[in-house]
C-alpha cells in the first residue's frame, strides 16, 4: 500500500516570497493533516480536513497560510508570504477513522522548507 | 494549551542496553501513542495505547499507559544501531470540541553507540 505522498522534499525561498505544498493522502483515507515540525520541536497541527471540509484551522495563521482539499483527496498548503520563522518541516498525515479515540496517523516524509 | 513534556531530552547508551523514556501531560488523555522519527521522515507509529494501565509490546519495545492517565511510559531493550532517531509521544486529550486532535511532545534523541 503506497503511503502518504508529500512533494518537494525542499525548497529554499527567500522572505516575502510565496511556496506550496503538495500532499496524497493514502488511499481511501478521509482524513489529511498538516502539520508543522520547527527544529527541536513536536510537530505542531496547522489544519485538518474531513474529506473537503475544514474541522480544526484554530492553529493556522490565516494572514499568511491557506490549504485547499478541494476534492477530498490531494492537499495543498501555501504559505504567502513567507517569514523567516517560517523554516520547518511541513509533515502531511492522514488517517482512515473518523475522529474518534483510535484514529492512526500516517506521515509522509515532508518537505523541509528553508526561508533566507 | 495542554503541553506535553518529554525526558530525558537525549540520551546516549552503549548497543544492547535496555532505554527508557516518558511523557507527562498537563491534562487527562484517552489516547497515548508512541513515534519513532528518522532524520528526513516523518514519525512512523510504534505503539498505540488506549486505556489507563494498558501495557503493550512491539517486538524489543514496551510502552504504558499511566494510571493517572497523565503520563506514559516507552522501553527498548536490548538496544540496536537502527534505533536511533527521535521518540515522540502523542496524546489525544478528552472532552474538548477537538477531542481528536494530537498533541505531539517535544521528543527524546537516542544515540547508539557500539
Known amino acids: 500500500e503506497a503511503g502518504v505522498a508529500q512533494s518537494p522534499r525542499y525548497k529554499i525561498i527567500e522572505k516575502r516570497q510565496s511556496v506550496a505544498f503538495w500532499c496524497n493522502p493514502i488511499s481511501g483515507h478521509a482524513t489529511l493533516y498538516w502539520y508543522q515540525q520547527i527544529l527541536g520541536q513536536g510537530p505542531k497541527l496547522l489544519i485538518q480536513?474531513?474529506?473537503?471540509?475544514?474541522?480544526?484551522d484554530s492553529q493556522l495563521p490565516k494572514d499568511r497560510f491557506s490549504a485547499e482539499r478541494l476534492k477530498g483527496v490531494d492537499s495543498t498548503l501555501k504559505i504567502q508570504p513567507a517569514k523567516l520563522e517560517d523554516s520547518a518541516v511541513y509533515l502531511c498525515?492522514?488517517?482512515?477513522?473518523?475522529?474518534?479515540?483510535?484514529?492512526?496517523?500516517?506521515f509522509g516524509s515532508g518537505t523541509q522548507l528553508s526561508v533566507l | 494549551g495542554q503541553q506535553l513534556n518529554q525526558s530525558p531530552q537525549s540520551m546516549f547508551i552503549q548497543e544492547g542496553e535496555d532505554v527508557s523514556m516518558n511523557c507527562t501531560s498537563s491534562s487527562i488523555f484517552n489516547t497515548w501513542l508512541w513515534y519513532k522519527q528518522d532524520p528526513g521522515e516523518g514519525p512512523v507509529l510504534l505503539i498505540a495505547?488506549?486505556?489507563?494501565?494498558e501495557l503493550t509490546s512491539n517486538g524489543r519495545l514496551t510502552a504504558q499507559f499511566g494510571i493517572t492517565r497523565k503520563d506514559s511510559f516507552l522501553n527498548i531493550s536490548a538496544s540496536i544501531p537502527s534505533d536511533v532517531g527521535i521518540y515522540f509521544c502523542a496524546g489525544r486529550g478528552i472532552n474538548t470540541g477537538t477531542a481528536s486532535k494530537l498533541t505531539f511532545g517535544t521528543g527524546t534523541r537516542l544515540q547508539v553507540t557500539l
Open positions: 495505547l488506549y486505556k489507563a494501565g
Open positions: 480536513f474531513q474529506n473537503n471540509g475544514v474541522v480544526d
Open positions: 498525515a492522514s488517517s482512515s477513522a473518523l475522529q474518534g479515540y483510535n484514529e492512526k496517523l500516517f
